[in-house]
């Protein structure tokens, strides 16, 4: 297994990571973390997503946070959030200063709502491509994907809330795990 050489590494690697992604990188925090840097294994990865996920705020910051102290405690935790923050946020501020002159360009809007039909993918390819990593899950394949489209319905069909939804699957497939991971 890898792990970053410094804290520049993982400020450089996080800060990468963050710049690939638009409305959302979790899809290229599984390729980087996994298949390109090596520091988790897919199993690392998809266990340190689900606790990142039930955490309060963005869950690949919260995810960077859990990497960085992995390798370097709380230095490390500061370091990754800040790769993740700093260079994104100024691109931001940019952006927004720019805002009022690009809001009057319909190219511009129409390239907007095309980034949320690629971000929307890029969720479904990770989700895809981390199925496997479910063999070894505590709930095992059938349970799983039936809890993925009771989330789907509850949210995107009922338009429940997603805590609600978060806390009745969430709390009722942790609790499912617990009881199989006792036996």
């Known amino acids: 297994m890898n792990r970053p050489q410094s804290l520049a590494h993982l400020f450089l690697a996080f800060t990468r990571l963050a710049l690939q992604g638009f409305g959302g990188v979790l899809a290229v925090a599984q390729r980087e973390l996994v298949e390109r840097l090596g520091w988790m294994s897919k199993d690392e990865f998809v266990e340190t997503l689900s606790i990142a996920q039930v955490l309060p705020g963005p869950n690949v910051v919260n995810l960077s946070m ?66 496997p990593a479910l063999k070894t899950s505590p709930l095992g394949r059938p349970l799983a994907a039936g809890l993925a489209v009771a989330a789907f319905v509850l949210i995107g069909l009922l338009r429940w809330p997603l805590i609600t939804v978060l806390a009745l699957l969430g709390g009722g497939g942790l609790v499912i795990a617990w009881w199989k991971l006792r036996k």
């Open 66 to 131: 859990m990497v960085g102290d992995r390798f370097f405690g709380l230095r490390g935790a500061v370091v990754a959030l800040a790769g993740m923050l700093v260079v994104p946020a100024l691109i931001v501020l940019v952006l927004a200063a720019a805002f009022d002159q690009l809001a009057a360009h319909p190219t511009a809007l129409a390239a907007l709502r095309g980034m949320g039909a690629v971000s929307a993918g890029l969720i479904l390819a990770t989700g895809i491509k981390l199925l």
